[in-house]
């Protein structure tokens, strides 16, 4: 196995999560009427939680590891959601779309930070997983300890991770890595700047192709609200050697470990208190979510796997809105990325929505991949019940299309269980397109039920999806559109 195939945690946090106390927040549950609220007396509050919620979403152009792309140099979506206590413990998630091994990455991990006398010390323990792709090859443990400190602007961070050996991934090899990291506030402006060194030994993957690696970057970001834009630059030191003619521009090129700029744009979940800006018109709101199958009308758009995803949205006051959604995927770069932009509004209790939606697949032969589809929704809300129908409509002579247009009805139902964090969902889809949109047969319809708990900040789901596609030789198992129960946990901000 190559290094370009490493198991990897996010470059960002290179060798551990992030997880000290003071870097999350708690969530306000605004369900209530402000009325209500107000009306509460002082001492009827509920105690403070013990515990907090931070969560962000990511789109990086391609993912680096220890300096390695995990992506064939294309883009990634990523995202994390962590859970701490006051205590000092604390668990969670990274996930990002890889381009090996069922195309997503899931990173869990647990430990415990304190800080003393200014030093912050954590340690804890991650598990490099790679659901349903035969986990014995690919997935494996990874203890790490860190101590970072802060004097003025500038945090410092040294840390150290180990892999042991006779783990499957590893053979009976050892692995460790070594790191260390500066992250600078350049005071009175938006912008930071982040610099990191590593060096990996081991005979297994993460030790390149000699054993030993270093890799290194600098970068700077750029804040805006609960949005960071980061461009940095990482290469290694890997061998560039053809090996005989085998790596055509040397074998450091071609496994995705040479000097790349890396473009990013992060959301993530603002701590408690930190935006004490005047109220703005644009709002931003975004999320992460964790799904044990990714299903777009219906059908896996990643072989049955699971997948990560992230949203990101600006919305401004007058009711026009831009975001994008991204998930990983099985085909096409293993990542989508969903561009849209639109415009609501609410008249008597209704709600318009519409817009143009671009879907994108970044650095895989867009001519072939790519389209857009307009859309029109309308919904309302009636007590604990919100109904929403709508209508999206694909034109013919779109490189994915061919020459077919392609249009999907749907309609959806959510009702909140009242008094209770609970809600159940329903839904139903009819799309008709001689494209491969429509199915096999050229017109499919899906449906699904499930429902939700919330707690703080996340949301935990089960749902089962379904369509009427044809079993005709077995194709509606083939194209993964067969009835199955998916499970997800998000967090939303």
Known sequence: MFASAAPAFAETTPGAPTAAPETVTTVVDDAAPAAAQDAAPAEAAAP?????ISANATLVSDYRFRGFSQTGENGAIQGTINLNHESGFYIGTFGS???????????????YTKTIGGITLDGGLLYYL????????????????????????????????????????????????????????????????????????????????????????????????????????????ETNSTFGGLFTGGYKNAIGADGAVVFSLTAAMPAAGSDTSAPSSIKITGGATLVSDYRFRGFTQNNENAAIQGTINLTHDSGF?????????????????????????????????????YYLYPKHGNADTDYFEPYVNVS?????????????YAWGGQAALGDY?????????????????????????????????????????DYSVGATATWKALTFGVSY??????????????????GAVIFSIGASF
């Open 48 to 52: 403070a939680s013990p515990f907090t």
């Open 97 to 111: 779309s890889v381009g090996f091994a069922g195309h997503t990455e899931v990173d869990l991990y647990g430990g």
């Open 130 to 237: 790679y659901p349903k792709k035969g986990n014995a090859d690919t997935d494996f443990f990874e203890p790490y300890i860190n101590v970072s400190g802060t004097v003025g602007p500038v945090t410092a961070k040294v840390g150290a991770n180990f892999a042991w050996g006779g783990q499957a991934a590893l053979g009976d090899n050892s692995a460790v890595y070594l790191h260390g990291d500066l992250t600078a506030a350049i005071p009175k402006t938006p912008f930071g700047l982040a610099a990191h060194i590593g060096y990996a030994k081991s005979d297994a993957f993460p030790g390149g192709i000699d054993g030993d690696v270093i890799d290194y970057s600098i970068g700077a970001t750029a804040t805006y609200k609960s949005l960071t834009f980061g461009v940095t630059y990482v290469n290694t030191d």
């Open 321 to 357: 809105y831009v975001g994008t959604w991204a998930s990983s995927v099985g085909f096409a770069g293993n990542t989508e990325v969903d561009l849209y932009g639109g415009y609501s509004k609410t008249i008597n209790g209704i709600t318009l929505d519409g817009g143009l939606l």
């Open 380 to 392: 309302g809300t009636l007590g604990p019940v919100t109904a929403k129908v709508g209508a999206n």
């Open 405 to 445: 247009s392609s249009i999907y009805f749907h309609g959806d139902l959510t009702a909140a269980i009242p008094k209770t964090p609970f809600s159940l969902t329903g839904h139903l889809g009819y799309a008709k397109s001689d494209s491969f949109l429509g199915g096999v047969t050229g017109d499919v319809v």
């Open 465 to 482: 999806v379904n369509t009427n596609e044809t079993n005709v030789l077995n194709a509606k198992e083939l194209l993964g559109a067969d």
